[in-house]
């Protein structure tokens, strides 16, 4: 079975640059997720989408960060103006469906590592 | 506001040793409980996880955790550690009976396995 697919694998910006990750969860996964991974620290959840709605978007800072899955399949997420604390590993993440048993289960992507200079 | 804590942040044993790993969260409600590894250059993978039932769940690897409910405690163990445990661990958890099923991670303990 095809893992979570997220590029690219690394991206160095200048600050006030912009930035767009993509992620193409697996084949069947009604949720997916954007977390951020600042080093040293848990994964913090960005944005959750069930199919092409959003689901919480309550962390998600919405002046610079946005986020889309049209069609209810791969999904970008998009930094506009990228700051220098912005820099942090980007996981994107799928889910069947939480209302399934087992639905719970979270695989990750191997993430996008952003440098902000 | 959920919030997951892990109190060791680095670890260190070797080779033989038994490991645990602690994990305490908050939340009053119904929780899913979930223990990830991540290995050095690899992405998160899920280690075992607990929904309901048995309260001692076993995983890959030879791990095995604990719910403790009266402790809001999920303690991850392993009798005996190998060289290739070396990583990081999150604790993981999530409310169930809501739509956000997102989950909430503590800050990772980093285990360092000597030969």
């Known amino acids: 079975e095809a893992g979570v697919a997220q590029s690219p694998r690394y991206k160095i910006i200048e600050k006030r640059q912009s930035v767009a990750f993509w992620c193409n969860p697996i084949?069947?996964?009604?949720?997916l997720y954007w977390y951020q991974q600042i080093l040293g620290q848990g994964p913090k959840l960005l944005i959750q989408?069930?199919?092409?709605?959003?689901?919480?978007d309550s962390q998600l800072p919405k002046d610079r960060f946005s986020a889309e899955r049209l069609k209810g399949v791969d999904s970008t997420l998009k930094i506009q103006p990228a700051k220098l604390e912005d820099s942090a590993v980007y996981l994107c993440?799928?889910?069947?469906?939480?209302?399934?048993?087992?639905?719970?289960?979270?695989?990750f992507g191997q993430g996008t590592r952003l440098t902000v200079v | 506001a959920q919030s997951v804590s892990q109190h060791n942040h680095h670890v260190i044993l070797s080779e033989a040793a038994s490991l645990e790993l602690g994990c305490n969260y908050s939340?009053?409600?119904?929780?899913?409980l979930f223990w990830y590894v991540q290995y050095p250059g690899q992405h998160l993978q899920l280690l075992l996880k607990?929904?309901?039932?048995?309260?001692l769940v076993k995983g890959i690897k030879g791990f095995e955790a604990e719910f403790i409910k009266s402790k809001f405690s999920f303690n991850l163990r392993k009798p005996s550690v190998q060289w290739s445990d070396t990583a990081e661990y999150f604790c993981?958890?999530?409310?169930?009976?809501?739509?956000?099923?997102?989950?909430?991670f503590g800050s990772g303990t980093r285990l360092q396995v000597q030969p």
């Open positions: 607990y929904f309901s039932g048995d309260p």
């Open positions: 939340y009053g409600g119904t929780v899913n």
């Open positions: 993981a958890v999530n409310q169930r009976n809501t739509g956000r099923r997102a989950l909430t």
């Open positions: 989408f069930q199919n092409n709605g959003v689901v919480d």
């Open positions: 084949s069947g996964h009604a949720t």
């Open positions: 993440a799928s889910s069947l469906d939480p209302s399934l048993p087992g639905g719970d289960e979270a695989f």
